[in-house]
């Protein structure tokens, strides 16, 4: 009775509006009566009754928040554990289903993050607002697709066949976030049931790129049949990037006709990314596919990466190949100049042993081993020394 009186405080309001005043007993016993004349009557009330009734206010509307708040998280926790009898026994579930949580999730938006296959599918049977979108621009269609609900994912598009071509506030359509979570099933039901939304959707050069990234080659190709119309830059970036997963991720880019050589805003080739991974087997295994030791835009070779990050594994396959170490790049320095400034021994030493000049000078005059000295690396400057190297 006490809570009841509370909550009905909030008659103030109406209060404010009333032509005629009254006791604020009268007024928080009478039902809630629609306003009228708010703006001319909004002064016709008593300091005395607002300083009486406001402290009233704050306590209803804090109760009341309270309780929304426990009556969410009970219901949000029922679908941690897939609990569908327990939802089915929540009254007024059609007017409490899109109620929404600290973090802007609604009931079903959460049991599909949780994989509650069984609460989702009897969630959808209520009054669900299929508009609904959170923080991400995530609607109901991107949490299905990122569960792996597929039967789900139907059903949603059914009632709202416009999510099929959404995207969130990142771009991502829902093909990227069935390639991001490898979903082989969904994608497959993209290719049988919405062929149209799917073939504008994989030309995407972004949607390219992640499924590369995936490393399946199931995914791949699905993806890729034929040779996609990309810039040379983007052909060089989705070769650079599935050399960091398989050769035969690589090997069926390759297929498709991806020329090898091309070179990214940089000018660097796939070989230039391998020489940073330090993977001779990859090398190896394109030497069945014509490719060219071609140079960066600051003039530097693959050998040059290799000697620069101590890529010792590479730097010797590149040498039986025949790649010169007193190559100059753009500023004239060696592979021992750059291995000589960033301090790996192990890489000076290769770079000494099959050097033929220890001297040569690039564009600022300097040697091999006064960059050593400059940069104090007291073990390549006395390394070089030993070999005879001046300044």
Same mark, same amino acid.
Do not use: H
């Given at each position: 009775m006490i809570l009841k009186i509370i909550y009905d405080a909030t008659? #103030?309001?109406?209060?404010?509006?009333?032509? &005629?005043?009254?006791?604020?007993?009268? @007024?928080?016993?009478?039902?809630?009566? /629609?306003?009228?004349?708010? +703006?001319?009557? #909004?002064?016709?009330?008593?300091?005395?009754? #607002?300083?009486?009734?406001?402290?009233?206010? %704050?306590?209803?509307?804090?109760?009341?928040? !309270?309780?929304?708040? +426990?009556?969410?998280?009970?219901?949000?926790? %029922?679908?941690?554990?897939?609990?569908?009898?327990? =939802?089915?026994?929540?009254?007024?579930?059609?007017?409490?289903?899109?109620?929404?949580?600290?973090?802007?999730?609604?009931? %079903?938006?959460?049991?599909?993050?949780?994989?509650?296959?069984?609460?989702?599918?009897?969630?959808?049977?209520?009054? =669900?607002?299929? !508009?609904?979108?959170?923080?991400?621009?995530?609607?109901?269609?991107?949490?299905? &697709?990122?569960?792996?609900?597929?039967?789900? @994912?139907? /059903? =949603?598009?059914?009632?709202?066949?416009? @999510? =099929?071509?959404?995207?969130?506030?990142?771009?991502?359509? @829902?093909?990227?976030h069935a390639i991001l979570k490898k979903r082989k099933e969904i994608i497959k039901l993209f290719i049988e049931n919405y062929s149209d939304f799917f073939n504008k959707s994989k030309t995407s050069f972004s949607t390219i790129q992640k499924a590369v990234e995936t490393g399946s080659i199931e995914i791949l190709e699905s993806i890729l049949s034929s040779k996609p119309n990309l810039k040379e830059n983007e052909e060089a970036i989705l070769l650079q990037k599935s050399v960091e997963y398989s050769m035969n991720t690589i090997g069926y880019l390759l297929s498709l006709g991806l020329n090898i050589n091309s070179k990214d805003e940089k000018g660097n080739t796939v070989i230039h990314k391998i020489a940073i991974l330090n993977n001779p087997e990859l090398i190896e295994y394109l030497k069945n596919f014509p490719f060219q030791m071609n140079r960066n835009s600051d003039g530097q070779l693959p050998i040059h990466i290799a000697a620069r990050y101590g890529k010792t594994k590479v730097f010797k396959k590149f040498l039986e190949w025949g790649t010169g170490v007193n190559e100059v790049d753009l500023l004239g320095n060696t592979p021992l100049h750059l291995s000589a400034e960033f301090g790996d021994s192990e890489m000076v030493y290769y770079c000494i042993t099959s050097s033929q000049n220890l001297n040569l000078k690039n564009k600022k005059g300097e040697s091999p081993l006064t960059i050593a000295k400059l940069s104090g690396n007291d073990a390549n400057y006395y390394l070089l020394l030993l070999a005879g190297a001046v300044e």
């Open positions: 008659a #103030i309001t109406i209060y404010f509006c009333r032509k &005629v005043k009254k006791d604020l007993v009268g @007024l928080l016993q009478n039902k809630l009566q /629609k306003p009228s004349n708010c +703006r001319n009557n #909004i002064y016709s009330f008593t300091k005395k009754q #607002i300083f009486v009734v406001f402290p009233f206010l %704050l306590i209803s509307f804090s109760i009341q928040s !309270k309780e929304r708040s +426990r009556d969410i998280t009970e219901f949000f926790q %029922l679908c941690d554990k897939d609990r569908v009898q327990k =939802i089915e026994e929540i009254e007024d579930l059609k007017e409490k289903v899109n109620m929404v949580n600290k973090k802007g999730m609604t009931f %079903l938006s959460y049991c599909l993050e949780k994989k509650a296959e069984k609460s989702s599918l009897y969630l959808l049977k209520s009054n =669900i607002n299929y !508009k609904w979108e959170d923080i991400n621009n995530y609607n109901y269609a991107t949490f299905a &697709v990122r569960a792996g609900m597929k039967n789900i @994912l139907q /059903k =949603i598009l059914n009632e709202n066949p416009r @999510l =099929i071509y959404s995207k969130d506030r990142f771009k991502l359509t @829902l093909l990227d």
